[in-house]
């Protein structure tokens, strides 16, 4: 017989395992079915979580090869230990799997290893890791299976030389010519990481710019600093297609933006253009849930339900941006609304950031969204240069950048190219949450010396009384 749930989550990600705490917080019986042999999703086994180790631990070894000597220390027999340096990323990864392994014994959550499928709206077929077929009823099913990357038909991931980001985290050895097709934020942070510990990397990007979706100011900042540091980035360039040959090179052909033929030759090809919602598999046409043909992503209302009303969904796999901090954010909201509490997601105040050196950080509105929606705005800008604490660290590349209403000064965006900018960020997304100013920030006491200090600045510019430009 079927083992009965309140509650059967599909995908143990950042929106499935934190939707299943949370309802089981909330006195729910959960189920949570995970494909994958252990817990956290893409974020944690092959995502953010990966990345940032090898963003780390890559940054450290540029940090001594190339800055030390200017803070005064020598270092001689530089070498990178790429196994130890893979084997440390492992590691990090295993301890927040099995972090979330206990936090579901903690909260009394049944994990099921397994590939679900919906039988109809309150049941689940799970086909086991073990081999064995698991029935499991639900009184509401949330389906949160993510995404995968997407493949250019053109040329398809071979996992060896064309390779998605799964790969391009676990290289056994440095890359001679790391190709990245596709400026966006995962192709600039792998990108960085191989260009830091050797690689050439040549970034190319069919739109005008990369980071479309950031401030034009902000990303074009990044741009050049990335530039400096090595990574060649073509714009307006279009991949057209790849072969490769007995040895795994590849010889990838592309067009500029005026029709000229290029050709690459790359050792690897990383193709970051995008990922696409993940419901393969899952049985929904069967039982009639709706999926957007073109984008893969599944309708949903302000309660997360699907056209099935016992069937709901979140993260990656409905719409928004594709990023671990939303679909966590979905999981709590959904789980107190199915509790019949109240539960809510600002989609306005979602931070997103690019974790390259320099990072780059934002929330809410660009300023060419602003002037296309014919907002009057008021612009603060300072520069790291001018931050004590920036120069302590040697690190006074960049800026923040505040775009505030003109009328009622409320902040409408706010865009940080520079050092820990991923932290920085987060003071913005409060007072953006609360419907706070650009007059709130610059009457708040930042300590000193500190980054902050610059979005203080950054605040006080807007009216222009900026104290250290
Ligand atoms: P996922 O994390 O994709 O989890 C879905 C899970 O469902 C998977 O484990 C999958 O195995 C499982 N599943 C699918 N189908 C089934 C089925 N039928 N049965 C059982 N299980 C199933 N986001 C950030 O916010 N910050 C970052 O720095 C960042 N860096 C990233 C770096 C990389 C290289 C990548 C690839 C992504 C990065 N992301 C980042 C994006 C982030 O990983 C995703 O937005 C996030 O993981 C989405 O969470 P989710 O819960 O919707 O789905």
Request: net charge neutral.
């Amino acid at each position: 017989m079927a083992e009965r749930y309140d509650l059967v989550v599909i995908g143990a990600g950042p929106g499935g395992y934190v939707a299943a705490i949370r309802a089981a917080q909330l006195g729910m019986k959960v189920a949570c079915v995970e494909k994958r042999a252990t817990l956290g999703g893409v974020c944690l086994n092959i995502g953010c979580i990966p990345s940032k180790a090898l963003l780390d631990s890559s940054e450290y070894y540029h940090l001594a090869a190339a800055k030390f000597a200017r803070h005064g220390i020598k270092v001689s027999g530089l070498e990178i230990d790429l196994p130890t340096m893979h084997k440390r990323k492992d590691g990090v990864v295993k301890g927040l799997t099995d972090g979330v392994a206990y936090l579901f014994k903690k909260n009394k959550i049944t994990p099921v290893f397994g590939a679900a499928r919906l039988v109809s709206g309150t049941a689940v077929q799970v086909a086991g890791n073990d081999g064995k077929t698991i029935d499991l009823e639900a009184g509401h099913v949330l389906l949160a299976t993510g995404s995968a990357p997407i493949n250019l038909p053109f040329m398809p991931f071979d996992g060896k030389t064309i390779v998605s980001s799964t790969e391009a985290l676990a290289f056994d050895k440095v890359p001679e010519h790391l190709l990245v097709v596709g400026g966006g934020a995962i192709g600039l942070e792998l990108g960085s990481v191989w260009n830091r510990l050797g690689a050439k990397v040549t970034v190319v990007e069919f739109l005008p710019r990369i980071v479309p979706s950031s401030d034009f100011e902000i990303g074009e900042h990044l741009r050049k600093s990335l530039r400096k540091q090595g990574l060649e980035i073509l714009t307006e360039t279009k991949v057209t297609g790849a072969e490769v040959d007995k040895a795994g090179r590849a010889k990838v052909a592309a067009e500029d933006k005026d029709g000229k033929a290029l050709t690459f030759d790359a050792d690897k090809v990383l193709v970051s253009v995008g990922r696409r919602a993940y419901s393969e598999g899952l049985g929904l046409a069967e039982v009639g849930v709706e999926v957007d043909p073109k984008s893969g992503k599944v309708p949903v209302d302000k309660y997360f339900r699907t056209n099935v009303p016992t069937v709901s969904a979140i993260g990656d796999l409905i719409a928004g941006p594709m990023l671990a901090h939303k679909a966590e954010d979905e999981g709590v909201a959904f789980a107190e609304l199915l509790a019949g509490k109240p539960g809510h997601v600002d989609y306005d105040t979602i931070p997103n950031v690019v974790y390259t050196w320099p990072e780059l950080a934002s929330v809410g509105q660009t300023e060419e969204q602003l002037k296309e929606k014919g907002v009057e705005y008021r612009v603060g800008k300072s520069a790291f240069m001018a931050n004590g604490r920036a120069k302590a660290m040697d690190e006074t590349e960049g800026m923040v950048k505040l775009l505030a209403d003109a009328r009622t000064d409320r902040l409408l965006g706010a865009h940080i190219v520079g050092p820990r900018a991923s932290d920085l960020i987060a003071e913005l997304v409060t007072v953006m949450e609360f419907g706070g100013s650009s007059e709130d920030v610059a009457r708040t006491c930042h300590a000193h010396p500190t980054l902050s200090e610059a979005v203080k600045e950054a605040a006080l510019a807007v009216d222009k009384r900026s104290i250290s430009a």
